[in-house]
Structures are given as structure tokens and as C-alpha cells.
């Protein structure tokens, strides 16, 4: 399994030390096949030593230059990060991130050798619509989206379960997910929404689910010990 954690604009330089010093302790009893990926805020970016990998939470597609505000690979590669999450429904909404700029974004990435989770996910009124209405929106999110990369990750991330504490059903996750890898030729595919220590068993038991995205369950240390060590 893989269990992700996205800090979000949550934690800082100090606090995500101690947490990192926390968490490796508590999964030393963790199975040997599971990976566990953390993402932090920029500012607490750093060469942290562990069984863990450090990505990015977003970064600009370029090397360096006059972008201000942005991070792009030189300042990953500081810290030797090869990570990145891309197309989080949060930078596309709130960051005004387009299909078209995400996909730009993902090819230069691709290009660099990054290993990318990839984002996807809907609404509430597009899950009211059906599951057709689903499948047709997610779909379009894989527009200008290489999915034979070998590095890829997918991460099915419904809205509406974002930070609500209300996780998509099993039914939903299950059937969602069967779909969607059947798209992205069975690469593995990560679900996120309101993911925490009391459903992760259910969650990770579901045929097609190979991991977790979690963001509020992950900010503490024990709490995301906890989901990955059930
Ligand atoms: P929550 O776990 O807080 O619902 O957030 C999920 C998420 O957006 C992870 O990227």
C-alpha cells in the first residue's frame, strides 16, 4: 500500500522535523512493501533521512528563472526531490490551474523523470448526476496526460469528500476505482477524501485501491502512524 500525506499550507520547518523524527520511529513496524510519501509545505523542505519519500506539493515547470513566488527544479533538487503532486482539485480551483496548464506542467515533469501523483476528482453536483456523469468528468482530467508513464501515480480525489470528514462509500470508491483503472491501464491509483485511522481498513481493503492521499488525518504524526500501521 502507499500512504501519502499532504500537508497542504499546514506545518512549519520545526514542526514538520518533529513530526518526521515521530513518524520514523512509529513505522519501523511498518510491512517492508509499503511506501510512505510525505508532502510538506516549501518552507519546510529539507534532506530528511528515512523510510519515506519527501515531495512537493506543487512546483513551477521550469529550471529556475524570473517566476516569482514559485519553486521550480533547482530548489528541488537542493533537497533531492524527484516528487510532485499535480492537478490537486485545491490549485485547480483555487489556484485557477487549468486542464490545459496542469497537463503542461505534467509533461515537463515527465520529462524531468519525476514520479507524479496525479490528481483527479469531482464535484458534488457531477456525483449527483451519476456515475456516467462521474466517469465523463474524471476522464476529461487525463486530457493531455501521458498515463503510459512508468512513474505515474493517480490519486481519485472526489471534492466533496475533501476536509468534509465524509468519505466516498466503499460502493463509490469501489466502483469509481474499478472504472478508472481499466483508463489508466492499471497504474496504481490512490484514493483521497476525509481518508482517517477509523475507515483506512475499510478503504484499503477495496479491490483497486493501492493507497491513500490524506491530508487533515496526516497533520499528526500518530494519527498517520496509526493509518499505516493498520
Ligand atoms: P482530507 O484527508 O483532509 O480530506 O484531504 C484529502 C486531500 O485533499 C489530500 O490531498
Request: glycine fraction near 8%; charge should be negative.
Amino acid at each position: 500500500m502507499i500512504y501519502a500525506a499532504n500537508f497542504k499550507t499546514n506545518h512549519t520547518r520545526k514542526s514538520t522535523e518533529l513530526y518526521l523524527q515521530e513518524l520514523s520511529l512509529n513505522i519501523k513496524a511498518k510491512n517492508v512493501d509499503d511506501k510512505v510519501y510525505i508532502f510538506p509545505p516549501a518552507t519546510a523542505m529539507d534532506s530528511y533521512e528515512g523510510d519515506f519519500t519527501i515531495g512537493t506539493q506543487n512546483a513551477y515547470a521550469a529550471h529556475h528563472g524570473a517566476y516569482t513566488g514559485e519553486i521550480g527544479i533547482e530548489q528541488l533538487d537542493e533537497f533531492g526531490i524527484k516528487t510532485i503532486l499535480i492537478g490537486h482539485s485545491e490549485r485547480r480551483e483555487y489556484l485557477g490551474e487549468s486542464q490545459e496548464k496542469v497537463s503542461q506542467k505534467f509533461s515537463f515533469f515527465q520529462e524531468e523523470g519525476f514520479e507524479i501523483i496525479y490528481c483527479i476528482g469531482e464535484p458534488l453536483e457531477i456525483r449527483e448526476k451519476g456515475f456516467e456523469a462521474v466517469m465523463k468528468y474524471l476522464l476529461a482530467q487525463f486530457d493531455g496526460i501521458d498515463i503510459n508513464y512508468d512513474r505515474l501515480i493517480v490519486a481519485y480525489e472526489p471534492i466533496w469528500a475533501i476536509g468534509t470528514g465524509r468519505s466516498a462509500t466503499v460502493e463509490e470508491i469501489s466502483t469509481t476505482h474499478r472504472a478508472l483503472k481499466k483508463a489508466i491501464d492499471n497504474k496504481p491509483l490512490l484514493y483521497g477524501g476525509s481518508a482517517k485511522p477509523s475507515n483506512i481498513k475499510e478503504i484499503t481493503s477495496i479491490a483497486g485501491v493501492d493507497g491513500v492521499l490524506v491530508g487533515s488525518a496526516s497533520l499528526d504524526a500518530e494519527s498517520f502512524s496509526e493509518m499505516i500501521l493498520s
